[in-house]
């Protein structure tokens, strides 16, 4: 059972361009999301994250938006860099379980 | 600032061969610690998680085990390897249990059972 789930297994963008990665979940006890990015070799390193009772946020060029009524979550990248190129995971947690859900991550390109 | 150290950070090893990761964490204290695996071609998946010394709890039924024997010491073993314990093994930290408290990963460790 995939309860959080990257349906896109890569996108592909050119410089300069936004970035849209999408990440679907099932369990509405869900109340934290997560996103990483991975390089080949190395381990996830921590992007943004954004809580239930919010809906957007935002760090400098990545912003997360979520929405609850659709159980949705994406992250924006703009503008995009060829730096970014990676894979990005999306992770879910019920508070105070300290359990991480992630999905299956997504290729992210950025075409110089 | 905390670091998490993992090694080795690639090992070979033969199938029935026994296994060691080990990860240990610095710059904190009382971390969470857990244990995931990366399969090829898929997401990440927990392994184990520890709340504290000598406390394991296991995620998935498995070939695997994990202990910790002190606070910021967190240990992968297998009695046999399979092959389908190849992987990409990776250790996590966290400082409490609540959606503030951030997971941070070390570098990892490209295990392959032949």
């Known amino acids: 059972d995939q309860q959080v789930k990257q349906n896109s297994p890569s996108l592909s963008v050119q410089e300069g361009r936004i970035s849209i990665l999408n990440c679907d979940y099932t369990n509405s006890m869900f109340d934290y999301f997560l996103w990483y990015k991975k390089y080949p070799a190395e381990g996830p390193t921590f992007l943004i994250s954004i809580s239930s009772i919010k809906d957007k946020n935002e760090d400098g060029r990545f912003t997360v938006f979520l929405n609850k009524s659709a159980k949705h979550l994406s992250l924006h990248i703009v503008p995009s860099q060829p730096g970014d190129s990676a894979v990005y995971f999306c992770?879910?947690?019920?508070?105070?379980?300290?359990?991480?859900?992630f999905g299956q991550g997504t290729t992210l390109q950025v075409k110089p | 600032s905390q670091t998490i150290h993992q090694w080795p950070a690639t090992l070979v090893q033969p199938v029935g061969s026994p296994l060691s990761l080990e990860c240990t964490v610095e710059g904190t204290s009382n971390p969470n610690l857990y244990w995931y695996r990366q399969a090829a071609g898929r997401g990440l998946q927990l392994l184990f998680y520890?709340?504290?010394?000598?406390?394991i709890s296991s995620e998935v039924p498995q070939n695997l085990s994990a202990s910790r024997p002190q606070d910021r010491q967190f240990i992968l073993s297998s009695k046999k390897l399979l092959l389908s314990d190849s992987g990409f093994y990776l250790c996590?930290?966290?400082?409490?249990?609540?959606?503030?408290?951030?997971?941070?990963f070390g570098p990892g460790t490209r295990l392959t059972v032949l």
């Open positions: 996590a930290w966290s400082q409490g249990l609540t959606y503030a408290d951030t997971q941070y």
């Open positions: 992770a879910a947690s019920a508070e105070f379980t300290g359990k991480l859900i």
């Open positions: 520890s709340v504290g010394i000598g406390q």
